[in-house]
Structure formats: structure tokens, C-alpha cells
């Protein structure tokens, strides 16, 4: 593999790793730049019951896109003529199934789903990233955003 081969090589595996974590936070302490310095109104209540769940991931398509170009470079560096050209094309779909896969399981995160009765008798359900240890009789406050998000603090 020549110079610029690798470099190039180097450059798209560094970039999938960058980018495989740019998922945003779906944590009760974690806010977005547009959700600072805007009120929020303040609910407080008593867990029910708390269930683990998974925020499952999405893919941008970025980690298909670096993992194919990634795995035709590496493909291209097999064999000649033919051969090279079907283990290009092999290394791209192989790159493109595992850029994908990686892209999708750092943006899978555990989370739990609280079931939560606000002291006006009303019931909530609210999931997300697991960001605390909370127990069934905890009591909590709610906060509703002005985009309709819901996070629970203790």
C-alpha cells in the first residue's frame, strides 16, 4: 500500500471514530446550547415504577459512507486486475456493514422509563438516559421545555 494509500486510510478510520460518537445527550442533566438561559416549567411528583429500557440508535449515514470508502481502500490493495476490482468492491460493502453497525451502536444508549404521579394526580411516563440512581417512591421534579421535552431530576 503506498503513501498516499494509508494516509488516506488513516484519515477516514480517524474520522469514523470522531464521528461514531456525536450522538446528542437524551440525559436529565444534559442541556442543548438552545435550551440554556430558557425557562422551563417545574412539575414534582412520586416514581411509580422504573423500567430499564434502550434508546436505540440512528444512523446519519456517515459511518456507512467512511467505513465503504475505508473498505475499498483496503480492498483495493488486494490481488490485480479482477481480483482487485472484486475485492474493492468487497471491501466496500464489508466497510459500508461495519461502518454502519458502528455508527448505530455508539448511538444505542441505556435508559430508563419512569412512571411518575405528579402531586395534581396526574401520571407521566418519561424516558430517558439512564443519568442517576433513582428508586420506585423517590421524589422527583419534572421539567417541561418550551420544544415539548420532558426530563426528570432529583
Known sequence: MNLY???????ILGALFIFSGCGTSQSGRVY???QAQTSMSVYYGTIIELREVTIEGSNSGAGAVIGGVAGGLVGSTIGSGRGRTLATVGGALAGLAAGSAVEKGARTKP???FTIELDSGR???VVQE????YRVGDRVRLLQAGDGTWRVRQ
Open 5 to 11: 494509500k494509508k494516509l488516506a486510510l488513516l484519515s
Open 32 to 34: 442543548n446550547q438552545g
Open 111 to 113: 435508559a430508563t422509563e
Open 123 to 125: 401520571m407521566m411516563a
Open 130 to 133: 439512564q443519568d442517576g440512581y
